[in-house]
């Protein structure tokens, strides 16, 4: 992972750090390689992995987030469900990627409800952005699928022109959503934009 020239040495040492802890823990919780995976971005409380987990048993699913009290709640709704296909795990996404193990790649990614970051100062922590859509892209099985979903107007829409723009991603007009299961965030939301993206394989130059 590359740092800001400016960083300082004690963040440098505990992201590294934080790293080397998630390239021991992933290989331990993740199904042997090789394996193409069901991945949530930003999984909150769980409701929507842990019942598409339920509807598709054959599927390994992995759902990530940043705060210890929503992966707990999540956990618990999958212990109840005594689903043995779902794992929930504290990771940022940009690091997940990074410490991924070899032979482990995504069918399917969502994202649901990602904090759109509204100011235009902050549009760089949005994970629809050019930079981040290549490194996921090199982790995507053939014909992986990217589904998102969000109430936010303005970044659905810079959202659909990063992808319409990339290199390695389609939309797929067409594209059936493949569960529907109201999270807390879609509940709260009065409207919301979805749309799927496929991977490219022909023109991607992740593939090359």
Same mark, same amino acid.
Request: glycine fraction near 4%.
């Given at each position: ?11 440098v040492?505990?992201?590294e ?9 992933l ?8 394996a193409?995976?069901t ?9 929507f992995?842990?019942r ?6 054959e ?6 987030d940043?705060l210890?009290?929503?992966?707990e ?9 005594? +689903?043995?296909? %779902?794992?929930f #795990?504290?990771a940022? $996404? ?10 482990i790649? !995504?069918?399917?990614v969502f994202?649901?409800f990602p904090?759109?970051?509204p100011?235009?100062?902050h ?9 981040? +859509?290549?490194? %996921?892209?090199? #982790?995507?099985?053939? $014909?992986g699928?990217f ?8 970044? !659905?829409?810079a959202?659909?022109e990063?992808?319409e723009q ?10 059936p ?8 965030f879609?509940?709260k939301?009065?409207a919301?934009q979805?749309l799927v ?7 991607c130059?992740?593939?090359?």
């Amino acid at each position: 992972m590359q740092f800001h020239p400016g960083a300082k040495p004690e963040f440098v040492r505990h992201v590294e750090s934080r790293l080397a802890q998630l390239r021991a823990e992933l290989p331990t919780v993740l199904p042997p390689p090789p394996a193409a995976i069901t991945l949530e971005i930003g999984c909150g409380h769980g409701h929507f992995l842990t019942r598409y987990a339920a509807v598709h048993p054959e599927r390994f699913c992995l759902g990530i987030d940043i705060l210890n009290d929503r992966l707990e709640r999540a956990t618990k709704k999958r212990d109840r469900a005594d +689903l043995k296909n %779902l794992h929930f #795990h504290k990771a940022e $996404a940009v690091e997940l990627l990074e410490c991924l193990p070899n032979g482990i790649s !995504f069918a399917e990614v969502f994202l649901l409800f990602p904090d759109p970051w509204p100011k235009k100062r902050h549009h760089k922590n949005r994970l629809v952005r050019p930079d981040f +859509l290549t490194t %996921l892209a090199e #982790h995507m099985a053939p $014909a992986g699928r990217f589904y998102f979903r969000t109430d936010h107007a303005e970044y !659905f829409a810079a959202g659909r022109e990063v992808l319409e723009q990339h290199p390695c991603w389609r939309i797929a007009p067409d594209a059936p959503w493949p569960l529907e299961e109201a999270t807390v965030f879609q509940l709260k939301a009065p409207a919301y934009q979805s749309l799927v993206a496929v991977m490219h394989e022909r023109i991607c130059p992740c593939l090359c």
